[in-house]
């Protein structure tokens, strides 16, 4: 059962519909005692296929525990008090009148007098109570004063912030660069152009917070999270900065009601609800409202973009200039990416400023700086391509360096119809126009090795036949105990519904945080570990048992044996005992051997009908093709690539927070006046998910939360351009942007 | 500056006034006791009252501001409809009252007392669950899950109202569920797979 020192594996992928295979040699080399590789030859039987949810169940009756639905006999529910000012100083805080209203168990300060305040909702003290109802009367209570200073939360009028002309063209003067302008004066076509984006919340369905339980000096927290482990650690620090002795601290998060990258930190609710749980000593509960959600939870950031590139006379990009300037609040990063494979022989030059303002920091959001960078640069491209003549797919397929892409274009095409959709033209004097636009996607992570922690994974066959796959690390909603369960029973050759998967525990091995669609990559070799060796456990017992050597028993399709002396599944398990089998798996480090390719591929098509009598604009349909490396859990996969396909038509058309000058708070912090998109704005849309062999592990899956978000607004952003014939370069695109776009034509 | 420390919209006291109202007129004759002659007042204090919720009568203690989402979570620990919004924008907290779906977060307990409640939890209360439910997993039309109760109860009000229900009739049923992790379609899908089984509706 050992594991060769050089193994050949075939990578790639078989051919797309209509194209050619794309499969290569490597010679890996496995770690000591990992399982030997999957590869584009394996023929698997439940990796790949449709596989329900495995906690699907839970979720539809009702009956999964969020952590907004723990509770205790006893417990108390918590509220924040929050600033109403977007800067200045707490120059006094009254917390005794709040204490002494009926029912109320503790109260903290969550700021010291004299500190700054940062942003409207900066979080003032925090108040626990027998029901929401007695917080609310205690907090208003609660006397705070403020010293007040002048603030601004408006990035594009930031101290820092670029000189812009009437119609919004950022007129800064371009830094000298002497190669870029004499490329881009060499070029045939050139073309200029500011871009504009708004800040987009996450808008997670479940809000932060959490529930904590403290027994003595062990604390026991129910959290919201996307990161058990660095959470855990967190609090366990914050307490302890604060005075508690700490002992052991257990985190749980075994269902999370989305988080899109808005929860890695416990945050001041979390240490808000531990602190107050210490103080009142009974369990709390405290979960964020809707407003303080869109507040004070982070957001992907607004920015200004601007490009100047051109195209030698076969339509190639020779020169590329690009400049952002990204909103951060108060504190935070702004920053915005653009796609680089198209400009690999430009002579280019990019650069990033970020603007700091009165007002909640960004947090990384579904692929953090790409969905605005990629809406700038590709619609830019489209307005590049069509001064120089070219059709947009065919200026892709000419400057694209990325081979696997380039098969999707075509691909994608011929599935969306492209010649045919261009080449439509709306008749003249019509109220509805109709275009399509594509854009292409892209996102680099293949886990690495759990980002050099050793994450582990804990599968124990049990006599009856069942079997646990573990997982300390959580599950937001992509799939990932389901994604488990399949790896699990691909190893083991039995059907997923012997097999129990669990996430969200800290009692559990380490695993990494759900973000930057590293947690799939992270794990899913340590889970195929941790079950190859609860198998190599299952095959000595069996051997022991009918007595042959040991490399002549196999353990595949639900039986355990040699030759003729074949046991069933449960019969062999009945050998193990009343201990399980329990095996501990790991990530090793990813083969030395260069992966088929370090980065996930996608593009997008989309159609839109534009209304010209309102400008509003409907999205139709979209077809979307994307990598992730192998599929492990097919059904799971498309449903997260159609879902960034919906955020993404989301954040193209109505996602914009605004923010009063005057107060410096949010005006539409709800769901009545900030819009995500309903069901009443979904597109027709279909995905292909296009696996690929990376062998760069022992399964060789790459991470899909970020990749399929990438693309949507930038696919839209052309179509609408295709459709009315001039660029609206600002997101959202409002019915009002559409007008004046329109209105723009005639003058 | 001293500045109040109310959060904003107080809905507390919105609640005060309409809950006087809503009891004088209205929520009297759903009053499991007599019908006094003159109006009787409640609150501000605490009042037993009984729900009936999934065919069972329950008791639980409420103030006449608490909410019918709230009564139902915190009282009777039915926590599948959830706070998403609590302004009736999300759907998260979708309930049947009498058949029709109804926002928990907009309904306040009291004027509850006396309809017939249907929660999510009913739907797999027996051996099996109901077809809807299982069709919800078939399709996947869920992921992080946390609209999906909600989205199940406005399913299952569009497949008992329309039977077979067309494309437009589910996005007009729908619209008042958000779902952020965008699952509306295979949603659609489920509620069409029911209505072919010929399930939706009945249990
Ligand atoms: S499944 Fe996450 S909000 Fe709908």
């Given at each position: ?25 490597r010679t890996v080399k496995p770690a000591e005692g990992d399982a030997a ?7 698997f039987t439940t990796i790949g296929t449709d596989v329900d949810r495995v ?693 | ?203």
């Open positions: 059962m050992s594991t060769p020192r050089d193994v050949e594996i075939t990578v790639g992928y078989p051919a797309l519909p209509g194209l050619e295979d794309r499969l290569e040699k590789p999957w590869d584009a030859t394996t023929k906690d699907g169940l839970q979720k539809a009756s009702g009956r999964a525990k969020y952590t907004y639905d723990i509770t205790f006999p006893g417990m108390l529910q918590a509220m924040i008090l929050r600033a109403p000012i977007a800067k200045g100083k707490l120059k006094g805080l009254e917390l005794d009148e709040a204490s002494r209203m009926p029912g109320i168990g503790a109260v903290v300060a969550l700021k010291d007098l004299g500190a700054k305040v940062r942003f409207v909702g900066d979080a003032i003290a925090a108040v626990a109570g027998t029901t929401l109802n007695h917080v609310r009367d205690a907090i208003e209570k609660i006397r705070a004063e403020y010293d007040l200073e002048e603030h601004n939360v408006d990035y594009v009028v930031a101290t820092d912030a670029p000189l812009l002309s009437a119609t919004g063209q950022i007129e800064e003067p371009w830094a000298e660069a002497a190669e870029l302008e004499a490329a881009l004066k060499e070029a045939k076509v050139t073309h200029e152009a500011t871009y504009r984006t708004e800040v987009q919340t996450h808008s997670s369905l479940e809000t932060h917070g959490g529930v904590a339980r403290w027994n003595g000096n062990d604390l026991e927290i129910w959290l919201s999270t996307q990161a058990t482990f660095g959470c855990r650690g967190e609090l366990a620090q914050a307490c302890k900065a604060k005075g508690i002795d700490v002992g052991t601290v257990t985190l749980h998060a075994e269902f999370v009601g989305g988080g899109f990258g808005s929860k890695f930190s416990a945050g001041i609710e979390g240490l808000a609800v531990c602190l107050l749980a210490h103080a009142a000593k009974v369990p709390v509960k405290l979960m964020l409202d809707r407003f303080e959600e869109h507040t004070t939870t982070g957001n992907r950031p607004g920015c200004l973009m601007q490009a100047r590139a051109g195209v030698d006379a076969d339509g190639r990009i020779v020169a590329w200039d690009w400049r952002s300037f990204g909103h951060a609040g108060f504190t935070g990063s702004g920053g915005v990416s653009v796609p680089n494979y198209y400009t690999a022989d430009a002579k280019k030059r990019t650069a990033h400023k970020d603007l700091n303002i009165d007002a909640d920091p960004p947090r990384p959001m579904r692929a953090p700086g790409h969905p605005q960078g990629w809406f700038g640069a590709e619609l830019f491209l489209d307005e590049l391509a069509t001064k120089a003549g070219i059709d947009p797919l065919q200026f892709r397929l000419k400057n694209d360096r990325e081979a696997i892409r380039l098969d999707q274009w075509r691909f994608g095409a011929a599935k969306f119809g492209w010649d045919a959709a261009r080449a439509r033209k709306n008749e003249a004097g019509a109220r509805f126009l109709t275009g399509s636009g594509l854009a292409s996607a892209r996102w680099g992570n293949l886990g690495g090795a759990g980002r050099g922690t050793p994450h582990g994974i804990t599968c124990r066959i049990h006599q009856d036949g069942t079997v646990e796959t573990r997982s300390g690390a959580q599950d937001i909603g992509v799939g990932t105990k389901t994604m488990m369960a399949i790896v699990t029973a691909e190893e083991l050759g039995i059907p997923v519904a012997r097999i129990t998967a669990m996430t969200g525990h800290t009692t559990d091995p380490s695993g990494p945080a759900s973000g930057g669609s590293t947690l799939t990559p992270s794990i899913a070799s340590a889970v195929r570990h941790a079950a190859f060796l609860a198998k190599q456990t299952l095959v000595e017992i069996v051997a022991k048992h009918i007595g042959v050597p040991l490399s002549e028993v196999h353990c595949a399709g639900g039986k355990v044996g040699s030759g003729t002396a074949q046991l069933r599944w449960a019969d062999a398990c009945k050998l193990i005992g009343p201990n399980p089998i329990d095996e501990r798996g790991k990530r090793h480090p990813n083969y030395a051997e260069k992966p088929f390719h370090a980065s996930q591929c996608g593009a997008q098509f989309a159609e839109v009908k534009v209304d010209t009598w309102t400008g509003l604009v409907e999205v139709t349909r979209m077809f979307g093709i994307q990598d992730c490396g192998l599929v492990l859990a097919k059904k799971q996969a498309e449903s997260q690539v159609l879902g960034a396909m919906i955020q993404g038509v989301s954040y193209a058309l109505h996602e914009q927070r605004i923010m009063d000058k005057r107060s410096g708070r949010m005006l539409n912090g709800d769901f009545l006046r900030y819009k995500i998109t309903g069901v009443r704005d979904l597109p027709r849309l279909e995905c292909h998910m296009h696996s690929i062999a990376n062998g760069h592990d022992s399964v060789g899956a790459a991470g899909l939360g970020e990749p399929p978000s990438v693309a949507t607004a930038a696919a839209i952003g052309n179509a609408v351009f295709h459709a009315i014939g001039v660029p609206v370069r600002h997101l959202p695109i409002t019915p009002d942007k559409v007008l004046a776009a329109l209105a723009s034509k005639k003058g | 500056m001293t500045v109040p420390s109310d959060r904003g919209f107080s809905r507390r006291s919105f609640l005060k006034g309409s809950a006087v109202a809503g009891i004088a007129t209205t929520g009297l004759t759903a009053a499991a006791h007599a019908v006094p002659a003159a109006p009787e007042s409640f609150g501000p204090g605490r009042h037993e009252i009984a729900l009936l919720v999934n065919g069972k009568e329950q008791k639980v203690t409420v103030e006449t501001r608490t909410t019918l989402l709230d009564a139902l979570r915190d009282g009777l620990d039915l926590t599948g409809c959830k706070k998403v919004c609590d302004r009736g924008s999300c759907g998260g907290c979708t309930v049947l009252m009498n058949g029709e779906p109804v926002t928990g977060c907009l309904v306040l307990a009291m004027d509850a007392v006396g309809q017939s409640l249907t929660t999510v939890e009913s739907l797999t209360e027996g051996d099996t669950p109901h077809a809807l439910v299982q069709n919800f997993v078939k399709c996947d039309a869920m992921q992080c899950g946390f609209c999906t109760p909600g989205m199940v109860m406005s399913s299952l009000a569009c497949l008992q109202k329309r039977g077979k229900p067309t494309e437009e009739q589910m996005r007009t049923d729908l619209s008042g569920n958000l779902c952020r992790c965008g699952t509306y379609g295979r949603v659609m899908e489920a509620i069409q797979r029911t209505a072919a089984g010929g399930t939706g509706g009945g249990k």
